[in-house]
């Protein structure tokens, strides 16, 4: 089972640094820059990327307040939201008219959909026991990368660092941990005029 400490461990290796033993050790300057960079870098790559271990559904109820124009509804997403997803991945989206707004309050759907708006979406997962082992590899290539520079002052490294980074999503893209559902054509005038 991974932790936090274990996936910024990963990427210290990766830097060729010595491991940490906590992310808020206040005198360790590379506990510091995993501290800074892991919670913004774990939410931007979940969010970049379809990881299947955090697709959720969800039904929202529509609010008292609506759009000012153009739409019928505000419907909250949930606290752990960080990217809408087609609700069926085989056939035309169902994202075209929806739109995602803050509404002062809160951010929402903004839609014509009646309630409840039922949706699929990238969730904010925070307990690393959660994440697929793939996603780690992800993860801590892309912090060995971000802090790279301001714990090791090498630029030499970063190169190798990005291809590390981009190696761990092939493989991730390989093994079907990160979702890519088949595209689905537009069906063209010119060849289903005949049917």
């Not at 360790?28 to 919670?39: F, M």
């Not at 969800?58 to 019928?72: E, R, S």
Request: glycine share 2%; hydrophobic share 40%; net charge negative.
């Amino acid at each position: 089972m991974a932790s936090e400490v274990d996936i910024c461990n990963a990427a210290l290796t990766l830097i060729g640094e010595p491991t940490i033993d906590s992310l808020t050790d206040p005198n360790n300057a590379a506990a510091i820059a995993c501290n800074e960079a892991y919670t913004r870098l774990r939410d931007a790559e979940l969010r970049a990327h379809r990881w299947g271990f955090a697709i959720k559904r969800a039904q929202l109820a529509a609010t008292a307040t609506t759009p000012l124009f153009g739409k019928a509804n505000y419907f909250p997403v949930p606290s752990d939201f960080l990217r809408r997803l087609e609700l069926d991945p085989y056939y035309q989206s169902n994202l075209d008219d929806d739109i995602i707004e803050n509404t002062g309050t809160a951010v929402a759907i903004a839609s014509d959909s009646s309630s409840p708006l039922s949706i699929r979406y990238i969730a904010r997962i925070t307990d690393p026991n959660k994440f697929d082992p793939l996603f780690n590899d992800a993860l801590s290539a892309k912090i060995a990368k971000t802090i790279n520079f301001k714990i090791t002052q090498s630029q030499g490294l970063n190169q190798q660092l990005a291809m590390n980074y981009e190696d761990a999503i092939a493989q991730a893209r390989r093994i079907n941990a990160i979702e890519k559902p088949p595209v689905v054509p537009v069906a063209d005038p010119w060849i289903t005029v005949r049917s």
